[in-house]
């Protein structure tokens, strides 16, 4: 599967911004997924996941009541709804497919940058 994170940008503290990450195929629907970020100088991390119903999610404490994580397996797309955003946010920002324990293919992901 085939991913591409979309929808990055800039903006304030406390705005919102919604990314996108459409998948090739249509066997999208049958995976786990999860969204990651990576700040200049730290590890990537895990910041949110879903099921391949979209019945389980989990969240990263710090994001928690600020993201929404959601996925359309009709349309082979995932979203992450981002409100109140702070700059400790600012990262690059990549979808990926979940394996087992493990994730991926790494795409280019998508920056966010939130200004204070």
């Known amino acids: 599967v085939q991913l591409q994170a979309f929808g990055g940008g800039l903006v304030q503290a406390g705005g919102s911004l919604r990314l996108s990450c459409a998948a090739s195929?249509?066997?999208?629907?049958?995976?786990?997924m999860g969204w990651f970020r990576q700040a200049p100088g730290n590890e990537r991390e895990l910041v949110a996941r879903?099921?391949?119903?979209?019945?389980?999610?989990w969240y990263l404490d710090s994001v928690k009541g600020r993201f929404t994580i959601s996925r359309d397996n009709a349309k082979n797309i995932m979203f992450l709804q981002m409100d109140n955003l702070k700059p400790e946010d600012t990262a690059v920002y990549y979808c990926?497919?979940?394996?087992?324990?493990?994730?991926?293919?790494w795409g280019p992901g998508t920056l966010v940058t939130v200004s204070s």
């Open positions: 990926a497919v979940r394996s087992g324990t493990s994730y991926g293919p």
């Open positions: 195929e249509r066997t999208f629907s049958t995976y786990g």
């Open positions: 879903i099921s391949w119903s979209g019945g389980n999610i």
